[in-house]
DNA sequence: TAGTGGTCTAGACCACAGT
DNA sequence: CTGTGGTCTAGACCACTAA
């Protein structure tokens, strides 16, 4: 690895997902890791600002670094799609294509997108066989052209678009709770007015252009979200319930 | 304000919002930045780090720093309460005390909290007047004792706990959906299965001991939780729908 | 009081963007 | 090409913890 930060954090959270450092225990000292692996206690802080921005330590000024847990879900971190995700958590993922059509935007995709003509997808997300999610986006027309052109059952949209050069860069979602329509229940296999999560998302490229904008609907009972804070410092994490 | 980076990040933030730099917009270079404020660029750099997790702007190897957005809602960020965060949104919080016990605790409390007999209390939390959140938390007994000696339908209980002492240093928050029961429906003044936003929460002291373990459920209509995420950083703001 | 993490500096080299 | 952000170093001082 040749970012040495990312080596020292990747090596420190093998060290704690082994039971070196079992929750409760106390780090090493930042001259010690630093010496230890022959890097500048810069390097080892950014390194620990890693960990600690993924929930799995705490941070004191005075005292060594407390293990708060042993990573157990899988990070939400770096902008993970859902196939992506779903490997991680050593499940299948699977998608079922509902509709996929051009047409007009709505006021709220056109303000999401500015755009005016939009490719509309409509998918439900399996995981191992079982409908977990549905998810709704709408693409402005040059990345909608380019997903109309994949087999979107079995490719994963993303990583097919980056492969195609489309950059993914920021993102911006917000959780609410729905209750399921007549359609989700159908689409979902779930009885109608049971719970839903809702994730609006808005994803963007380098140049803050808008790539897609997707509300997307979880079953209440398959998936949750989990957030790490502290003071200065937090992650999101989508696990299994 | 002594700690000079959070100094740049609230100028910088403040020249953002007021529209110097409005969406779109590149803002000036670290060097820049650190010539007119007569700091480091590694302090800049810092300062940025900020407003780059507050999801303000967003970075490019190569190339100036972009703003993503002016609209701001309140961070999550430092564990804010539910009265702090109502302030900062211009709205008046309320508490309702339903109940307080002292009592065993179940098998998932004691797992949580790790110890046996807790304190419980049920309060439905008010935004100006409107219940918009239950709050079931368990408290070990020696916070309960604490809790239970305060008037909890005026006071802040977070606040009240931070001046008599207890020091809240981390948080992990899981959300999900679930419907509302009886009792819900009642207390918030909602249709019964009515879709809720659950978040599970657990609070630790510096040393990581357990100091409250919370399910709190929100009226899906007026409340969302916001996270933005780049491929380094992403933020959680709790939002009014 | 000794050790630790938080902040800051000054300088260096590199990968990448925009031209 | 030049300028920009990303990484890294070596050293310094301070605020705080813990013994």
Redesign the pocket.
């Known amino acids: 690895m040749?970012?040495?930060?990312?080596?020292?954090a990747a090596e420190v959270r093998a060290a704690v997902e082994a039971g070196d450092y079992p929750p409760g225990a106390?780090?090493?000292?930042?001259?010690?890791?630093?010496r230890s692996y022959?890097?500048?206690?810069?390097?080892?802080?950014?390194?620990?600002?890693t960990l600690?921005s993924e929930g799995l330590v705490s941070?004191?000024?005075?005292?060594?670094?407390l293990v708060l847990a042993r990573q157990r879900l899988q990070g939400f971190n770096e902008l993970r799609s859902f196939s992506e995700w779903a490997r991680a958590m050593g499940e299948r993922p699977g998608g079922r294509v509902v509709a996929l059509v051009r047409r007009e935007a709505s006021p709220t995709e056109a303000e999401q997108l500015d755009t005016d003509r939009i490719y509309h997808l409509t998918r439900v997300r399996l995981l191992s066989g079982r409908p977990v999610m549905i998810e709704r986006t709408a693409y402005p027309e040059h990345i909608g052209a380019l997903v109309a052109s994949m087999n979107a059952e079995s490719e994963s949209i993303t990583q097919r678009l980056q492969e195609l050069g489309v950059?993914f860069a920021n993102a911006a979602h917000t959780l609410g709770a729905v209750v399921a329509t007549a359609e989700d229940a159908r689409l979902l296999d779930i009885r109608p007015r049971a719970p839903l999560l809702r994730e609006w998302r808005r994803t963007t490229d380098?140049?803050g252009a808008a790539l897609e904008w997707s509300e997307d609907r979880y079953v209440g009972e398959a998936v949750a979200f989990t957030v790490h804070n502290s003071v200065?410092q937090n992650t999101l994490i989508r696990g299994l319930t």
């Open positions: 040749s970012i040495a930060y990312r080596q020292v106390r780090l090493p000292s930042e001259s010690e890791l630093a022959g890097v500048a206690r810069g390097t080892v802080r950014q390194a620990l600002a600690a941070t004191r000024r005075g005292a060594r670094r950059v380098p140049d200065h």
